[in-house]
């Protein structure tokens, strides 16, 4: 931490005006929809009463409920089984099972989709064993089935780092008050994740009520699904407004209880925390963990990655032409490369107004992005949309408002990866350089920048991989004759076209690993 | 005091970590009702010999008794839940996420904790006003009252403390020292202390083991220990002698600070304890002051003989003593052992 703060120095006029600007744009959505809102000409309750509103929510909320509950036993099972456990292999098991993060939940619906449909890959190949047709899998089943999968790893990073940290003297002071093993998990260990596991399963919460991808593909209805198909059947805009807003208040709920339980570490008393060896296990519990963890990678991981590749060989070989995909890559490419850059300079100035200069305006700042993280793509997009459409027709369908929509909603990744770096900046460091002469600005030049670059590095390297699977916001804003790969995946796999899907998913998954490689490889905030 | 039945003995305990010997041999037998003390620098075994009997860890080799149930060896282990051995944490290991009253409530059945156990527990260690704190809100020394509170609930056969008062500031540890040991005399508990502070071992245990990389080297009584210790290194380990080496014939051991009578032949050391010498001044005295440091309670005067060999002794501090005063000594109390080399 900062020893002290630069109270008593005043911001300079161009980060203040930048930043009310940055401000103004960034609660323009949120403020657009609520002045919708209040400006409805027609009655609330006529919205409960024509549109199945409360179905919808129930929908969203069951679903929401039911894939946090499964992430969460999945999530706590991996992570103990891969921290605690003596099984061989820990780090490549746990790596396995946390690899399905990188699949967007549209890929991962498309490749269960399109094998588990009645006359599916799974029908074709298991057809010598006499199954013939199967009901295939959809609606909130099959939600639950591919968002669990692909969010529980949420729930393996960040409660495995907080188990690893535990100090189990704690533990072996239960064990010498006579509770066995397992009264162990129950009473002492789970109790003390107490955070990390409510933080995890609202981070869960927030991608499932946002997920657009796997429940329009599972043809399940939520408010997302709903919000688009108003939004294609362009009857009238109150609808879209009204589930939008809905959806907007549900995760500002999500992420404001979120907030309350910041991870922090000041559970830990003093020294350095004992680890434990890693608990043998018995020949029957062994075959039990193996089977679980083969289960999960395989569902999770290989089935996917299997299915992708069986469309793409056969797709091939039958000499189904594999259409251009080259539109989409050039689209995906720029439009991410363009949000990655100005994310970071949009995020720079934030960053450092809130670090080094502790002002009222500087905290509100914090306190709105860190609020905004987490916010419905799709509600977003929304509402950029009516903006653009009767407040700025100038940039209707336009690059800029699709560019504009993105960093709103991925900025605060790049403030983040930022801030952590930012720790690094002492004020003395800059008083020195002060004292040396420097200005201001040269000061920010010399010794700020080349402290902190890496972390805006690695927060723009977020923003694109962000922006380049993202779904929802492309699909409404796009400008005409723009495609990205997300856009084709999604409209091949709606076509049920899932050779040219799998060729798309295949090259985003491809593109996308390299900056996730670097990004879990080197720690860039230092 | 007296001590009339075994509860605990360990024999042969050894452990090693890969090609490194942490512990070799390691012997002990504990009273009923008696304070051990274990006393070691750190790395010399100590905290894995706790841990061993507790169950924490588990011996390479060796075995352990209690009441003459075997408890551990080659066959048997009974794992720590169900030895009935109580410890206290060097770090107290309270649960953070519980409050000081369901702490202490851990280890006792829902029976035990209507009983009245859990408020007798509480009122014993005057934990009354402190009942409904999370354990980060507590000083350190609430914390190891709170520790200590919950260790005895249950009634464990015995209690182990891991450098119990190590984590606490000098004044504080000392008060709750007396504390510690006044409770665990009252409520007649066996008690194991591991340390590295001679004073505490010294002060508070009824026999000491002193254990040096991994080998237990003297067990007995404080007085013993610090009167006759067997080598050097325990004679290091309490207390900080003088060490001067000579060589005994018939007896007698010539020294640059005299002649003295020897229990061995042969080459030895001789350890003379800074208190052991007196030290008044002389005018035409053979020894010169170097160098005087003032605690308070008394003072370390360091001497040196004409060749230059420098000594300490202790006196009490009503007399000035400034650097190049001459001085006479006079020895009350020496200890020779077999030199090292």
Not at chain 1, 37 to 62: A, H, M, P, Q
Request: a neutral charge; aromatic letters at 12%.
């Amino acid at each position: 931490m900062n020893q002290y703060s630069l109270k008593d120095v005043k911001t300079p006029k161009i980060l203040f005006f930048s930043n009310i600007i940055i401000l103004f744009v960034f609660l323009m959505p949120i403020g657009y929809l609520v002045y919708r809102f209040i400006n409805f000409s027609r009655s609330y309750t006529s919205f409960f009463n024509s549109w199945n509103v409360l179905d919808l929510l129930g929908n969203t909320f069951f679903l929401f409920l039911t894939v946090v509950v499964l992430s969460l036993i999945i999530g706590l099972a991996v992570s103990i089984i891969t921290v605690r456990f003596d099984i061989y292999r820990p780090k490549i098991f746990f790596t396995l099972s946390v690899l399905p993060l990188v699949i967007p939940s549209y890929i991962g619906a498309l490749t269960y989709v399109s094998a588990f449909s009645p006359k599916g890959l799974f029908v074709q190949i298991f057809s010598i064993f006499g199954v013939s047709e199967i009901s295939g899998i959809e609606g909130f089943f099959g939600s639950c089935v591919v968002l669990t999968l692909f969010t529980y790893p949420y729930v393996v990073l960040i409660c495995s780092s907080a188990l690893r940290n535990l100090d189990s003297t704690v533990e072996d002071a239960a064990r010498s008050l006579g509770k066995n093993k397992f009264q162990i998990y129950t009473q002492v260990v789970i109790p003390r994740l107490k955070k990390p596991i409510i933080f995890s399963s609202l981070l869960v919460g927030l991608y499932v009520i946002s997920d657009f991808g796997a429940v329009s593909l599972m043809r399940y209805s939520t408010l997302t699904k709903a919000i688009y198909s108003y939004y294609e059947l362009k009857i009238d805009g109150d609808p879209v407004i009204f589930y939008s807003s809905l959806l907007i208040v549900m995760a500002l709920l999500i992420s404001f209880v979120q907030r309350g339980t910041e991870l922090s570490n000041s559970s830990k008393i003093s020294g350095t925390p004992r680890i434990p060896e890693r608990s043998q296990l018995r020949l029957k519990s062994k075959f039990f963990v193996y089977l679980f963890l083969t289960v999960v990678i395989i569902l999770g991981l290989i089935l996917p990655i299997s299915v992708l590749s069986y469309w793409l060989v056969r797709g091939l070989m039958s000499g189904n032409s594999v259409r251009a995909v080259f539109g989409g890559v050039v689209g995906s490419l720029s439009t991410s490369l363009i949000a990655a850059i100005f994310s970071v300079i949009i995020a720079t100035p934030i960053i450092i107004m809130v670090a080094q200069y502790k002002s009222k305006f500087g905290n509100f700042l914090e306190r709105i992005m860190l609020a905004l993280y987490g916010l419905p793509h799709i509600a977003v997009g929304v509402s950029i949309l009516f903006i653009t459409i009767k407040i700025f027709p100038g940039i209707y369908q336009s690059f800029t408002a699709l560019i504009v929509s993105y960093l709103i909603v991925f900025l605060p990744q790049a403030i983040g990866a930022g801030q952590a770096s930012m720790e690094q900046v002492k004020f003395s460091y800059l008083d020195a350089s002060n004292g040396l002469g420097n200005s201001k600005f040269q000061t920010f030049y010399k010794i700020t920048l080349p402290l902190i670059y890496r972390g805006l590095f690695a927060g723009g390297a977020l923003v694109f991989l962000s922006t380049m699977k993202e779904l929802p916001q492309t699909l409404l804003l796009r400008p005409t004759g723009l495609n990205t790969m997300a856009v084709d995946i999604w409209s091949y796999a709606s076509e049920g076209l899932f050779t040219q899907a799998a060729f798309s998913s295949f090259i985003l998954l491809a593109i996308s690993a390299i900056p996730t490689y670097i990004l879990s490889t080197r720690n860039l905030t230092k | 005091m007296v001590f009339d039945s075994l509860i605990l003995r360990a024999r042969d305990l050894s452990k090693s970590y890969g090609s490194e010997s942490v512990l070799t041999n390691f012997n002990i037998d504990i009273w009923e009702g008696s304070i051990f003390g274990i006393l070691g620098t750190s790395g010399s075994g100590k905290t894995t010999a706790l841990r061993m009997l507790a169950g924490f860890e588990i011996p390479d080799s060796g075995s352990i008794e209690m009441y003459d149930n075997v408890i551990f060896n080659e066959e048997i282990n009974i794992p720590p839940e169900k030895r009935n051995i109580g410890m206290v944490f060097q770090d107290y290991a309270l649960f953070p996420h519980l409050n000081v009253e369901k702490n202490i409530a851990f280890g006792l059945s829902k029976a035990d904790q209507n009983s009245g156990r859990l408020q007798e527990v509480i009122a014993m260690c005057n934990l009354n006003k402190y009942k409904n704190k999370i354990p980060q809100e507590l000083s350190g020394g609430q914390q190891q009252r709170v520790a200590l509170a919950r260790a005895l609930a249950p009634k464990p056969e015995m209690i182990l403390l891991d450098e119990p008062f190590t984590s606490l500031d000098a004044q504080m540890a000392r008060v709750l020292r007396d504390e510690v040991v006044s409770l665990l005399r009252e409520t007649k508990t066996t008690a194991i202390i591991v340390t590295h502070d001679q004073e505490e071992a010294l002060s508070v245990c009824d026999i000491v083991s002193v254990l040096e990389n991994g080998n237990v080297i003297q067990s007995a009584t404080p007085q013993e220990i610090y009167l006759n210790p067997i080598s050097q290194s325990v004679a290091n380990s309490v207390g900080d002698p003088n060490i001067l080496k000579g060589f005994s014939v018939d007896g007698r051991v010539e020294t640059s600070l005299g002649s003295f009578v020897s229990a061995y032949e042969g080459a030895l050391d001789v350890a003379i304890r800074p208190e052991c010498i007196e030290v008044s001044l002389n005018s035409t005295g053979p020894y010169t002051v170097k160098e005087c440091i003032f605690y308070g309670h008394d003072q370390v005067i360091s001497f040196q003989n004409n060749k230059g060999e420098l000594f300490r002794a202790r006196s009490l501090p009503s007399i000035i003593y400034e650097p190049g005063d001459k001085i006479c000594i006079e020895i009350s109390e020496v200890t020779t052992f077999p030199s090292n080399k």
